[in-house]
Nanobody, 121 residues
Framework: QVQLVESGGGLVQPGGSLRLSCAAS????????MGWYRQAPGKQREWVAS???????IYADSVKGRFTISRDNAKNTVYLQMISLKPEDTAVYYC???????????????WGQGTQVTVSS
């Protein structure tokens, strides 16, 4: 099995910063793309940022210039550095990874359990 475990969420004032981490563990042969999504109360889950295995990144317009996604392939970990946080960034943040568990399995999408980020004064 594969587990994705997020950490780093919390309460921060507007304009503040947080760094989220998501570590993948278990039966992992390869990890392809990794990313972050978020879901605010009463809203659908939305995509935030993605990073390829080679390090190419892409961001939602709402976070471009404020959030930075990165990964450490040796640690099977993806990060999301968030600066200039706004109240509208308040949400549960989920990490996502496309993982191949063995040579006999296909690529599959896996999700973390989520970490709460609250931006409030």
């Amino acid at each position: 099995q594969v587990q994705l475990v997020e950490s780093g969420g919390g309460l921060v004032q507007p304009g503040g910063s947080l760094r989220l981490s998501c570590a993948a563990s278990g039966s992992i042969l390869k990890i392809n793309g990794m990313g972050w999504y978020r879901q605010a109360p009463g809203k659908q889950r939305e995509w935030v940022a993605s990073i390829t295995s080679g390090g190419s990144t892409i961001y939602a317009d709402s976070v471009k210039g404020r959030f930075t996604i990165s990964r450490d392939n040796a640690k099977n970990t993806v990060y999301l550095q968030m600066i200039s946080l706004k109240p509208e960034d308040t949400a549960v943040y989920y990490c996502n990874a496309v993982i191949m568990m063995s040579v006999t399995t296909s690529w599959r999408e896996h999700w973390g359990q989520g970490t709460q980020v609250t931006v409030s004064s």
